[in-house]
Antibody
Framework: QVQLVQSGAEVKKPGASVKVSCKAS????????ITWVRQATGQGLEWLGW????????VYSQKFQGRVTMTRSISTTTAYMELSSLRSDDTAVYYC??????????????WGQGTLVTVAS | SYELTQPPSVSVSPGQTASITCSGD??????VCWYQQKPGQSPLLVIY???KRPSGIPERFSGSNSGTTATLTISGTQAADEADYYC?????????FGGGTKLTVL
């Protein structure tokens, strides 16, 4: 069965970076793109960007361009999301999800369990 | 900037039909997805491509999209359907989410 298992909670200081992992199993890692979405406590969903595991190509939300980096390891079927220059308002649960494409439109059909990133001094 | 607008809350009695809307400029020209999120859980895809249900999603969930409004309809609403619901669309190669609607079944 398809599973996306994320790394554990992180506590970071303002200005630091955080790298969250997302290990995929139950399907061929390189045939489905991965997206990252975050959610602050009590708030809605916010999209960070997506990555093609096959090529490593990425598309980032304009809001996070320059601060977010998405990478992957094909050998370990793991996707990574690194966010730099952390601020207190980056405190949120970060999710990875698999993209199911229908032409040029994608839906997110399987999600990781989420990783809480807390930014505090 | 483009926004997807959802009502903050919708209430429905058990067994009745719940409708949750998502509005955006020319939204009918795009495909819309819907996600259900229960407290402490990850989002779950319930509708994609406006009206298609993923495997395992009950038939009581349906969707439509026309003009400026997409609608998620839950027929015969059950207590288990109480959750937050988010619409999602792709606009200019970027993903947008609506602000979310809290569905209360009472």
């Amino acid at each position: 069965q398809v599973q996306l298992v994320q790394s554990g909670a992180e506590v970071k200081k303002p200005g630091a970076s955080v790298k969250v992992s997302c290990k995929a199993s139950g399907y061929t890692f390189t045939t489905y793109d991965i997206t990252w979405v975050r959610q602050a406590t009590g708030q809605g969903l916010e999209w960070l960007g997506w990555m093609k595991p096959n090529s490593g190509d990425t598309v980032y939300s304009q809001k996070f361009q320059g601060r977010v980096t998405m990478t992957r390891s094909i050998s370990t079927t793991t996707a990574y999301m690194e966010l730099s220059s952390l601020r207190s308002d980056d405190t949120a649960v970060y999710y990875c999800a698999r993209i199911r494409w229908s032409g040029s439109y994608g839906s997110f059909d399987f999600w990781g369990q989420g990783t809480l990133v807390t930014v505090a001094s | 900037s483009y926004e997807l607008t959802q009502p903050p809350s919708v209430s429905v009695s058990p067994g009745q039909t719940a409708s949750i809307t998502c509005s955006g400029d020319k939204l009918g020209d795009e495909f819309v997805c819907w996600y259900q999120q229960k407290p402490g859980q990850s989002p779950l895809l319930v509708i994609y491509q406006d009206s298609k249900r993923p495997s395992g999603i009950p038939e009581r969930f349906s969707g439509s999209n026309s003009g400026t409004t997409a609608t998620l309809t839950i027929s015969g609403t059950q207590a288990a359907d109480e959750a937050d619901y988010y619409c999602q669309a792709w606009v200019s190669s970027s993903v947008l989410f609506g602000g979310g609607t809290k569905l209360t079944v009472l």
